[in-house]
């Protein structure tokens, strides 16, 4: 029997639990003419195993390699090429089965095909299962720029297995933990209570079942306020105005840092007191300082000033307010730049 979904958006269900027991029923239950499965290099060894044997259709399986470096229209067009040479009709299913890079850019390949065919985001990341794969935002990288070109399409429907997690590695969870928490800071604080004093070697044994739909509740709320990002859609951003131009800045060092890490030290330094000690406490212990020099301030101004959010040459950052789910937009200038990331990187002056 099909289960009743956790959360719907847009006609769309979610579902968060073992696949065997949301995404087999609600298959079963579908007439699709055909399926076509998207991985990549490293879903396709280690996730879907998980899925094949609860497909009740045949189906084809499209693998692209790896990495953000190839959310691209290239990688598209060797996606459309398979769709082609698999004859997909109006009434085939693609299914994503990977974290937000499989997810953006095959929810954008399928909301485009024959103007539009459905398609299922089973995210694999926690990324991906919290963030990503929730909101209806598709779309790929064009010439560097990221999230250039795209679409608002709703998937058929999500199914956020957590099972997945255990082969991700524990650099690429904790990078979906900074979104975890972000969530608990803008509009669950209860959330936030598994993980104040939690060791970080810990977080695999979290009951990462409940905390998943702990904090997609969160983004289902928002995304179903405001759903062209208009207004409170802008709480999502929260950390990521100076976590964007740290993470851009580092992918050109090599130390390269990851999502999560960047807008974790963003969350840090965009929160004014007295809410800042109470987030660096929950932050720090996953993600440790890191150290900026003086040099690179004129760049990650430079960085920052590209962001969508501002006007007229000042820096907007939206932050949660009173807790939860208000905030405040506050304008900054590159003078108070330098002093928010002096608080909480180990800047180098
Ligand atoms: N659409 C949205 O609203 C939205 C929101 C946030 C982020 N994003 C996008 O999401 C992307 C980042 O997503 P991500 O962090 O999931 O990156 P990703 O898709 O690149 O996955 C990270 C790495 O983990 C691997 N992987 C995935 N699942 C695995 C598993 N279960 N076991 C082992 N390895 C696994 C992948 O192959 C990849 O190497 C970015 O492109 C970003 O723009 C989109
Ligand atoms: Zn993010």
Redesign the pocket.
């Known amino acids: 029997m099909e289960r009743k979904p956790d959360f719907s958006w847009q006609d769309s269900p979610v579902f968060v639990g073992n696949l065997a027991e949301t995404l087999g029923p609600w298959l079963k239950g579908q007439s699709y003419s055909q399926v076509l499965v998207l991985t990549?290099?490293?879903?396709h060894v280690?996730?879907l195993p998980r899925l094949q044997n609860l497909l009740p259709y045949p189906f084809h399986t499209i693998q692209i390699t790896?990495?953000?470096q190839h959310?691209n229209l290239e990688t598209c067009t060797l996606i459309w090429q398979q769709m082609l040479l698999h004859k997909l009709d109006r009434k085939s299913l693609l299914i994503n089965l990977?974290?937000?890079?499989?997810?953006?850019m095959g929810g954008f390949c399928a909301a485009t095909w024959k103007r539009g065919i459905d398609f299922i985001q089973v995210p694999?990341?926690l990324?991906?299962m919290t963030?990503?794969a929730i909101?209806g935002?598709?779309g790929i990288d064009f010439q560097g720029i990221?999230?250039t070109i795209g679409v608002f399409q709703a998937p058929a429907a999500v199914f956020a297995d957590p099972a997945?997690?255990h082969?991700?590695?524990d650099r690429?969870l904790k990078?979906?933990l900074a979104e975890v928490l972000k969530h608990g800071f803008i509009g669950d604080p209860k959330l936030l209570d598994s993980f104040a004093n939690l060791h970080p070697a810990a977080l695999r044994t979290l009951p990462w079942n409940q905390l998943l739909t702990q904090s997609i509740a969160v983004k289902v709320r928002v995304v179903t306020e405001d759903p062209k990002e208009k207004g409170l859609r802008m709480l999502l951003n929260y950390g990521h105005s100076i976590g964007h131009a740290i993470e851009s800045y580092f992918l050109g060092t090599d130390s390269p840092l990851t999502?999560g890490e960047a807008i974790a030290i963003g969350m840090i330094c965009e929160t004014p007191p007295p809410h800042q000690t109470r987030v660096a406490q929950i932050l720090e212990p996953f993600f440790p300082k890191i150290t900026i020099r003086k040099e690179a301030m004129p760049t990650l101004w430079q960085l920052m000033l590209q962001d969508k959010k501002n006007s007229s040459g000042a820096v907007r950052l939206a932050i949660p307010d009173e807790l939860p789910y208000t905030m405040q937009v506050l304008s900054i200038t590159e003078q108070d730049l330098s002093e928010m990331l002096l608080q909480y990187t180990n800047a180098s002056y």
């Open positions: 990549d290099t490293h879903t280690h996730c790896a990495g953000e959310k990977g974290g937000g890079v499989i997810g953006d694999t990341t990324l991906s963030d990503a909101g935002k598709t990221k999230n997945f997690l082969t991700l590695s690429e990078s979906g999502h």
